[in-house]
């Protein structure tokens, strides 16, 4: 274990932990407004920044935070002239970035394979100055999140009321693109770029497995986001003495364990959410007894109780058994 | 503003003019002329239908008298002021045309009709008493206040549209626009809606809703504006579904009636900056 000792490993958990708070944050918008791919989107444009980072020798961090950035405009600038088409600006983006970044690499004079640390994420490459920028960053991403949440939640849950309402929807939309921009470069040394979308995604659709509010997936996303985060750090760390093994595959593949072990949680809660929705209002079409019923209905008998108008009607074998003095009757 | 002071339909100033005014309004969607020439005013108190068939521009004009759309040409003003120069938006109640109030993530029925309060919150300031308040009397008025705590998908297609309604409500308007709340809603939660509906009308509030057929509304409708391809057809006393949807309506030449007709060879995939002409 003294692995997780070492002065690099402890910047990296430090790196793994705000990138783990901040992903989920902005992912929660993102994924509201159903664009959850966007982080993938700008993921993408990020890797062209980094290469331009390596080619003109000036720090991959911040020529990435420029170019993600302004790939996330024109993103949202496309997607709100043609809503149809946002998939298709989405897609345009992803290549662009791509062919990009490794062309400029190669004119760089670099091969493909020193992009690995910036795909995949690394633990050993992050130096206490790309510490530093990570917290600020990511308390910058988190305490915006967290501080306009009434407006971003109105915006990205209907923007025509929202605009109506005199909010100005452009900027709001515009600020979670950047703000998913700024966290794509943050995470870009922890899970890489191409995994980056994983983070800000998977841990809000685990979260909303168990939750029914907006604020509860939003915090449940972030608390899981640093789970996996850290805890996938770790496991890469203590592989990594014996394979090859990069952080961003781990972390992605522990909160993808976490959803698959909630989502059957999930299904039971839905389905039971679903078999206790009250019946219609409807009175039964005539009255009805059944036959000798073998036992008395109640909390103890089994049989789903579901409220039908002032009474409760007991569900078994297709039949709804309502309480009618001595007997029940059919409804 | 204290909220308190400023319940619905109680204009805290008393207007010589209607509270809507659509002056010669056009609206061009990608450049093609839907709306022309359209006057109408809209009175305080008054119930107004908009009416007419699919595409026939009703929820072009609603969206005209928002800010949703731009103006081609004519004016729009609320309450006295010019809609490019407004800024009152806690007056307005907007129920925007949907057939669902869920989104990609999940959200309480009270966080949603909480976010038509945001129009009476001052920046950064977390809900207080009075706006509490309001978010509760307007999941009562819809018939929803003990559904507060779940999730809005575990709603019904209608109780979700009686949410959007109470949103809007939330932040006491004097004035609403709704767009089609009745549009694939069953009977009895068109009752509800008419219920709802009914205690805005005797608050004061001015409505004016779009509808391809008014059903248990009816009764509450003052006036009735019929719109026939992107004009004012019929304004006046409320007509019964029957005779707006009757196919010779207002039918002056129906010899020469054209259906608009679609062309087939249309690309299928686009660039995405094309999509602006769309809808």
């Known amino acids: 274990m003294n692995i997780l000792t070492y002065d690099f490993m402890i910047r990296a958990l430090v790196a793994a932990l705000f990138t783990g708070l901040a992903a989920p944050a902005v992912g929660t918008y993102l994924v509201q407004r159903r664009l959850a791919l966007m982080g993938d989107g700008i993921g993408h444009v990020a890797v062209t920044g980094v290469a331009l980072g390596l080619l003109t020798g000036t720090s991959p961090t911040w020529t990435a935070v420029g170019v993600a950035a302004m790939g996330a405009v024109l993103i949202e600038v496309i997607r709100e002239n043609g809503r149809a088409n946002g998939d298709v600006a989405l897609a345009l983006l992803f290549y662009g970035g791509i062919a990009g970044g490794v062309l400029l690499i190669g004119i760089a004079g670099q091969n493909a394979a020193s992009l690995q640390a910036y795909l995949f994420g690394s633990i050993t490459t992050t130096s206490s100055g790309d510490v530093w920028v990570t917290v600020v960053l990511s308390l910058i991403v988190v305490v915006v999140c967290l501080g306009l949440l009434p407006q971003l939640f109105a915006v990205a849950q209907d923007e025509e009321f929202a605009a109506v309402a005199g909010l100005r929807v452009r900027f709001f939309n515009i600020l979670v693109a950047v703000l998913a921009a700024v966290t794509v470069t943050v995470a870009m040394r922890t899970v890489g770029l191409l995994l980056v979308s994983a983070l800000m995604v ?33 496991l890469a760390a203590l592989a990594s003495q014996r394979w090859a093994v990069a952080p961003g595959p781990s972390i992605v593949l522990l909160a993808l364990a976490g959803f698959a072990l909630t989502w059957p949680i999930g299904a039971v809660l839905r389905r039971r959410q679903q078999l206790a929705e009250p019946f219609g209002p409807h009175d039964p079409l005539d009255h009805e007894e059944t036959g000798q019923h073998p036992h008395e209905h109640g909390p103890e008998c089994g049989h789903a109780a579901v409220t039908h108008g002032d009474h409760v009607d007991y569900v078994h074998d297709g039949h709804r058994h309502a309480s009618h003095g001595e007997h029940y009757d059919e409804h | 503003m204290l909220t308190g002071s400023h319940p619905p339909g109680h204009s805290s100033q008393h207007l010589s003019g209607p509270v809507v005014s659509v002056r010669g309004v056009a609206v061009a969607l990608g450049g093609r002329p839907v709306l022309r020439g359209i006057n109408l005013d809209v009175a305080d108190g008054d119930f107004v239908a ?153 608050r004061g509030a001015t409505v004016v809703l779009v509808a391809h057929e008014l059903g248990p509304l009816a009764s509450l409708v003052d006036r009735a504006v019929v719109m026939r391809d992107g004009r004012v057809a019929y304004n006046g006393p409320p007509l019964g579904d029957d005779t707006v949807q009757h196919p010779l309506f207002l039918e002056s030449h129906s010899h020469h009636h054209v259906e608009p007709r679609r062309h087939s060879h249309a690309p299928q995939v686009t660039a995405p900056w094309d999509g602006g002409a769309q809808r």
């Open chain 1, 202 to 234: 998977v841990p809000v659709a685990t979260a909303q497995q168990v939750t029914r509010s907006f604020r509860s997936t939003l915090g449940l996303a972030m608390g899981l986001g640093v789970g996996a985060s850290l805890g996938g750090l770790v």
């Open chain 2, 50 to 202: 908009l009416m007419g068939a699919n595409g026939s521009g009703k929820s072009t004009l609603v969206r005209a008298m928002t800010g949703l759309r731009p103006l081609a040409k004519g004016t729009v003003s609320l309450f006295g002021t010019d809609l490019a120069a407004y800024r009152d938006w806690h007056r307005i109640g907007f129920v925007p045309q949907r057939s669902s109030a869920a989104t990609g993530v999940p959200a309480s029925v009270w966080e949603v009709v909480a976010s038509g309060r945001l129009t009476r919150r001052r920046w950064r300031r977390p809900l207080g008493r009075a706006d509490r308040t309001a978010i509760r009397a307007a999941l009562e008025v819809v018939g929803l206040a003990d559904r507060s705590r779940d999730g809005v998908t575990a709603l019904s297609g209608g109780q979700q549209q009686r949410v959007l309604i109470a949103r809007a409500l939330a932040g006491e308007p004097d004035l609403f626009f709704l767009d089609e709340p009745t549009a694939g809603v069953d009977f009895a939660n068109q009752q509800a809606l008419a219920q709802a509906l009914g205690v805005l009308k005797s």
